[in-house]
């Protein structure tokens, strides 16, 4: 998607920080979760989610997820969707890469998840097989972490650093978990398969009526 022009020079004057960057008085803000631009223009926080039901919720998308992707044929995970023509290989990358994190971002401290490189590790997942393996360890890594866990995961919040800025670890689980259901709405859409998740079931979830 272009603009006439002007974005893209505000976003150079700026310094070509990450997107979406929030500008407040000439002072980028790289935005991970919505709580950041309420914190850069001085407002009150959002209300916060539940870990263990933001945990629990996200769990169930990636099942879905993977059910899906694990049925069709390698030529449908590659088609491009109206998601700015990226493909189902491109978004299961997209989704998935932060339940692999996010373990690590727990006991460290550190979230180093780069979207802008998902070209690169999609590029090594060269069939159906290996997309799928990927996803299925994942989501492995993520599940056994929340085993792991346990109850600390309602007591602990530890803040966690990464490209797009600092926030406690249970933000930026209820962003992925809205993440990953964002585009599972767009998945969904573009198989046209509706009802195999039905979203209504979990709170704070609202999408807009155009899921790309």
Same mark, same amino acid.
């Given at each position: 998607?272009?603009?006439? /022009?002007?974005?893209? #020079?505000?976003?150079?004057? =700026?310094? $070509?920080? *990450?997107?979406?960057? !929030?500008?407040?008085? @000439?002072?980028?803000?790289?935005?991970?979760?919505?709580?950041?631009?309420?914190?850069?223009?001085?407002?009150?926080?959002?209300?916060? /989610?539940?870990?263990? #039901?933001?945990?629990?919720? =996200?769990? $169930?998308? *990636?099942?879905?997820? !993977?059910?899906?992707? @694990?049925?069709?044929?390698?030529?449908?995970?590659?088609?491009?969707?109206?998601?700015?023509?990226?493909?189902?290989?491109?978004?299961?990358?997209?989704?998935?890469?932060?339940?692999?994190?996010?373990?690590?971002?727990?006991?460290?401290?550190?979230?180093?998840?780069?979207?802008?490189?998902?070209?690169?590790?999609?590029?090594?997942?060269?069939?159906?097989?290996?997309?799928?393996?990927?996803?299925?360890?994942?989501?492995?890594?993520?599940?056994?972490?929340?085993?792991?866990?346990?109850?600390?995961?309602?007591?602990?919040?530890?803040?966690?650093?990464?490209?797009?800025?600092?926030?406690?670890?249970?933000?930026?689980?209820?962003?992925?978990?809205?993440?990953?259901?964002?585009?599972?709405?767009?998945?969904?859409?573009?198989?046209?398969?509706?009802?195999?998740?039905?979203?209504?079931?979990?709170?704070?979830?609202?999408?807009?009526?155009?899921?790309?």
């Amino acid at each position: 998607m272009r603009d006439s /022009g002007d974005g893209e #020079r505000r976003w150079r004057e =700026a310094g $070509r920080p *990450l997107v979406p960057t !929030l500008v407040v008085r @000439g002072e980028p803000t790289p935005v991970l979760h919505v709580s950041q631009i309420a914190e850069a223009l001085g407002l009150p926080p959002p209300p916060g /989610g539940s870990p263990r #039901r933001d945990a629990h919720d =996200a769990t $169930r998308i *990636l099942d879905s997820w !993977l059910s899906h992707v @694990g049925a069709l044929e390698w030529q449908t995970l590659l088609r491009p969707t109206p998601s700015r023509g990226r493909s189902l290989r491109n978004l299961t990358v997209n989704v998935f890469c932060p339940f692999e994190l996010l373990p690590t971002a727990w006991s460290t401290g550190g979230f180093d998840w780069r979207p802008e490189e998902d070209g690169t590790r999609e590029a090594t997942l060269g069939d159906r097989t290996a997309l799928v393996h990927f996803a299925e360890q994942a989501t492995a890594g993520w599940t056994r972490f929340l085993t792991e866990a346990g109850d600390e995961l309602a007591r602990r919040d530890p803040l966690v650093a990464s490209p797009r800025g600092d926030v406690p670890f249970s933000t930026l689980l209820s962003f992925q978990r809205w993440h990953a259901a964002f585009h599972y709405r767009q998945l969904a859409e573009f198989l046209r398969l509706g009802g195999a998740l039905d979203l209504a079931v979990f709170e704070d979830l609202a999408l807009p009526r155009d899921v790309y």
